[in-house]
């Protein structure tokens, strides 16, 4: 978000990085929780620690001290995770169905209504200053943290670094990377705050480097741009500063979950957009009834077909994919503000699967796995590797055909 403006402040990291020019001793930067998995600790790899070398000469050129570069590395190295990770993003690969179940299930929703009630306040003073709709960001706050209690615990130096020098986004990591020093430098940051997700994103609302120094924002006027700590009012400012600079309209919906009619054949997707006007003459009307809002041209999305939820979505919802591309991502944005809003879940059914199965059912499974001695996960009603490997085990021990896949007969065999 913006270059940093303010004056760095005599606070205890300023204070740190006085001490490197004098001479003092350096303290390490985050070091990765034990608890994570072990492709998220740092492994040997010979060419990546070149990489590194490299890119500190071009750092040096671009102004980090030698101090900086010393401190921000140490105990840092290569984490083949987050590049496993890269590759498979929930929000890219899951259906919608999968992703609302990971991301928006009902004791989340009935704990994010909690954690935003207590916030609202705060949320109310950023949503009057930047038209950014309190619910919107607390949505936001719980996709990304959970509401602030999953903040990461991933050493950010490290994280950006593998991935600039695995090199499929190299230059976008490469400058997440170095903005990720500019924070050590300037003194916004601590060097054990810099862990947040496998992409380096960090905070309540999981900012990468690169929008904190372009959006950063004290609004409590503590003299520190503080996304980090326990009070989340900096990152939710942050957070509205970033859709506002990108272009969200204040006080205009992202969208709304839509009917479509019997034989509806008008093209879809996010490039075909249309007057709410010609929508409505093409058939499409609210799901839970009323009026559709006319907010401008609109399109519709029907992310599993014309048979399952269907949504008319306008031009703040674009401004949703401005932080995640993901279309996933933006429904499940709008999704939880309305929930966390009041609103009820919604009105159309995915229907089975292309097992024959409804998520409840998807969820039966689980639950009979986990009773029956096979560890089937917590029963969401996603199918992922650790149901798919409870399925196996449990086909193995009972004599049946080792598929690792759910069906109806293996759900009756459970009830």
Not at 124 to 132: K, L
Request: aromatic share 8%; with cysteine; glycine share 12%.
């Amino acid at each position: 978000m913006t270059l940093n403006r303010r004056l760095v402040m005599m606070a205890p990291a300023a204070l740190w990085l006085a001490g490197c020019g004098a001479g003092m001793a350096i303290p390490d930067v985050a070091r990765p929780d034990p608890e994570l998995d072990p492709g998220l600790r740092p492994q040997p790899n010979a060419d990546y620690d070149a990489w590194v070398l490299a890119f500190k000469d071009r750092a040096r050129r671009r102004g980090i001290s030698d101090a900086v570069l010393t401190a921000g590395f140490r105990g840092q190295g290569y984490l083949p995770g987050v590049i496993e990770r890269d590759r498979n993003q929930t929000e890219f690969k899951r259906s919608l169905e999968d992703y609302l179940a990971i991301v928006a299930p009902e004791e989340k929703v009935t704990f994010g209504r909690r954690m935003v009630g207590a916030q609202r306040a705060a949320l109310a003073q950023v949503e009057a200053r930047y038209g950014v709709s309190a619910d919107i960001l607390g949505s936001i706050w719980g996709l990304e943290s959970y509401f602030g209690t999953r903040r990461g615990k991933i050493p950010v130096i490290s994280a950006t670094s593998t991935l600039a020098w695995e090199g499929r986004r190299g230059a976008f990591f490469e400058s997440n990377l170095m903005n990720a020093l500019r924070l050590l430098q300037t003194g916004d940051a601590r060097p054990e705050q810099l862990v947040g997700s496998w992409a380096g994103a960090m905070g309540h609302t999981q900012l990468i480097p690169d929008a904190y120094q372009r959006h950063a924002v004290d609004f409590d006027g503590d003299g520190k741009r503080d996304i980090w700590s326990d009070n989340p009012i900096d990152a939710f400012a942050t957070t509205a500063r970033f859709l506002s600079d990108a272009g969200w309209r204040r006080g205009q919906p992202w969208g709304l979950e839509v009917r479509l009619p019997q034989g509806f054949d008008a093209a879809i997707g996010r490039g075909n957009r249309r007057s709410v006007a010609q929508w409505q003459a093409l058939g499409v009307t609210a799901a839970r009834g009323g009026a559709l809002p006319d907010a401008g041209p609109a399109a519709v999305l029907a992310p599993m077909g014309l048979g399952a939820p269907a949504f008319l979505v306008f031009h703040n919802f674009n401004m949703i994919l401005r932080y995640n591309p993901s279309e996933n991502y933006g429904l499940g944005v709008g999704y939880m503000a309305g929930r966390l809003a009041g609103g009820g879940p919604l009105v159309a059914s995915f229907g089975p699967d292309a097992n024959g199965l409804t998520l409840q059912d998807r969820k039966a499974l689980q639950a009979g796995l986990t009773r029956a001695g096979y560890d089937a996960g917590t029963p969401d009603g996603v199918m992922g590797k650790k149901t798919e490997a409870a399925i196996s085990a449990y086909q193995a021990a009972n004599g049946l055909s080792v598929t690792g896949q759910p069906s109806r007969a293996l759900l009756e065999r459970l009830r």
